[in-house]
């Protein structure tokens, strides 16, 4: 993965939110927006879990005031194609569980991380702030996102350049994640 190019833009949104990140936990959410409006083009249209929206609500790139106000859970509404999807992030002793759920779907998904163990600085370059981020961006694609986002596709390459193309989402039985 070239990260440089991957990353275009992170450097724009972690200078926006770097004086409200107070927790490891906040960058790995940040990283889950970025992924979501960046690669699965999705906008954010505010916090909650409120499940009523307008359909011509455009939302944004940016995180919105208060993303990170409450120091145990996330909750953040976006749109894409005109469905609703919520992320959800619950803190639990060292661990960040996040769940997406397409409202139209009713899909959910959810992949449980440790933000202690994966992030290690809170500012600088994302090489620096999660020394592992390809590996963090292929199980936020394929365990989070591709299962629950509708007509989109994530391609990441390992830390041995080796490509995976995950293909679109057929609804199917769901194993439960080996990491929840």
Not at 15 to 35: E, G
């Amino acid at each position: 993965m070239d990260i440089d190019k991957y990353f275009y833009g992170w450097d724009l949104l972690h200078k926006t939110i770097h004086k409200d990140v107070n927790k490891k936990s906040d960058l790995l959410m940040a990283l889950a927006h970025f992924l979501l409006t960046k690669t699965y083009r999705l906008r954010c249209i505010g916090v909650g879990d409120e499940r009523a929206f307008l359909e011509d609500e455009e939302g944004s790139e940016l995180l919105p005031e208060y993303w990170n106000s409450d120091s145990t859970k996330y909750a953040l509404r976006y749109v894409g194609t005109k469905d609703l999807y919520l992320l959800l992030g619950h803190k639990a002793d060292d661990s960040l569980v996040i769940n997406l759920l397409n409202n139209h779907t009713k899909s959910v998904s959810n992949i449980c991380m440790e933000p202690e163990l994966l992030v290690q600085e809170l500012n600088g370059d994302i090489k620096t702030i999660m020394p592992t981020v390809p590996e963090i961006v292929h199980r936020y694609c394929k365990e989070l996102f591709d299962p629950v986002v509708t007509g989109k596709l994530c391609e990441v390459s390992t830390q041995t350049n080796q490509t995976r193309r995950l293909r679109e989402f057929k609804p199917k039985s769901v194993k439960p994640s080996p990491w929840f």
